[in-house]
């Protein structure tokens, strides 16, 4: 069997595996360490850029080299080299693209489904409880984003977010106006660095602090406003 020789930093980090191409999306292969699919957009200029350059000769610095500018990625499961990463809505969209080209989406590391659902849809759910209540759905001015200051922006939705150091940040969502507990808060809590080259924040599931019992609906909505907020600020989060 004739030995591999990468003649570039693209076939030395995929190790000579190859990259299978749909409409919108590619799914990039590792030799014998999995695989990850990442939107054309964000494949292309960067696979260009590694296919142009020789390779170092050490695959992991060419694989670290290549991986950390994909900023949007879904890792397929199994896959240990990197982490998903990158904002909700560009993963949603990642999703259905999958979805439609037939993929097996339980094989990949999405966030969970209400959360990237949210993400495309923030209405997502609110005609049920509308229904329900009776009542004649009035229609919305879309949510916008304001930074208050260097710490905090906060949402025309009613939440805010407030960065408090680099491990931690605070959510704060409005209280309903005859609510007697107050505002809902939640503290945060993760671990900063990069994620698929950009600045990024691995959240801590099971180190999330709430103001009061919440439902999953609620913890779910406090994540998705979270990761929005966040990727305002052009940080990705990672659950």
Same mark, same amino acid.
């Given at each position: 069997?004739?030995?591999? %020789?990468?003649? @570039?930093?693209?076939?030395?980090? *995929?190790?000579?595996? #190859?990259?299978?191409?749909?409409?919108? !999306?590619?799914?990039?292969?590792?030799?014998?360490?999995?695989?990850?699919?990442?939107?054309?957009?964000?494949?292309?200029? %960067?696979?260009?850029?590694?296919?142009?350059?020789?390779?170092? +000769?050490?695959?992991?610095?060419? /694989?670290?080299?290549?991986?950390?500018?994909?900023? %949007?990625?879904?890792? /397929?499961?199994?896959?240990? $080299?990197?982490?998903?990463? +990158?904002?909700? $809505?560009?993963?949603?969209?990642?999703?259905?693209?999958?979805?439609?080209?037939?993929?097996?989406?339980? &094989?990949?590391?999405?966030?969970?489904?209400?959360?990237?659902? /949210?993400?495309?849809?923030?209405?997502?759910?609110? &005609?049920?409880?509308?229904? &329900?209540?009776?009542? =004649?759905?009035?229609?919305?001015?879309?949510?916008?984003?304001?930074?208050?200051?260097? #710490?905090? =922006?906060?949402? @025309?939705? +009613?939440?805010?977010?407030? $960065?408090?150091?680099?491990?931690?940040?605070?959510?704060?969502?409005? @209280?309903?106006?005859?609510?007697?507990?107050?505002?809902?808060?939640? =503290?945060?809590?993760?671990?900063?660095?990069?994620?698929?080259?950009?600045? +990024?924040?691995?959240?801590?599931?099971?180190?999330?602090?709430?103001?009061?019992?919440?439902?999953?609906?609620?913890?779910? /909505?406090?994540?998705?406003? !979270?990761?929005?907020?966040?990727?305002? *600020?052009? $940080?990705? =989060?990672?659950?």
């Amino acid at each position: 069997m004739a030995l591999f %020789v990468a003649k @570039s930093i693209l076939q030395a980090a *995929q190790g000579g595996a #190859q990259t299978k191409r749909f409409r919108e !999306f590619v799914v990039a292969h590792f030799e014998g360490e999995g695989a990850i699919a990442v939107p054309n957009t964000v494949w292309q200029p %960067v696979a260009a850029w590694a296919a142009a350059r020789q390779p170092s +000769g050490n695959r992991m610095r060419d /694989r670290g080299m290549l991986l950390q500018r994909l900023d %949007v990625l879904v890792t /397929r499961r199994g896959t240990t $080299i990197v982490s998903t990463c +990158g904002g909700m $809505i560009p993963l949603a969209r990642l999703r259905n693209s999958m979805k439609s080209e037939g993929l097996d989406l339980k &094989e990949w590391n999405f966030p969970p489904q209400d959360i990237l659902d /949210r993400a495309l849809d923030p209405n997502a759910g609110k &005609e049920a409880e509308v229904e &329900e209540a009776g009542e =004649v759905p009035v229609a919305e001015e879309p949510a916008v984003f304001t930074r208050v200051d260097a #710490q905090r =922006v906060r949402n @025309s939705a +009613g939440f805010e977010v407030r $960065i408090i150091d680099q491990y931690t940040a605070e959510y704060i969502a409005d @209280s309903v106006a005859d609510s007697a507990e107050g505002p809902l808060r939640a =503290v945060i809590r993760g671990v900063p660095g990069m994620v698929g080259g950009r600045p +990024g924040f691995k959240v801590k599931l099971d180190a999330l602090s709430f103001s009061r019992p919440v439902t999953p609906a609620e913890r779910s /909505r406090a994540l998705s406003n !979270f990761s929005s907020a966040m990727d305002f *600020q052009k $940080i990705s =989060v990672m659950l």
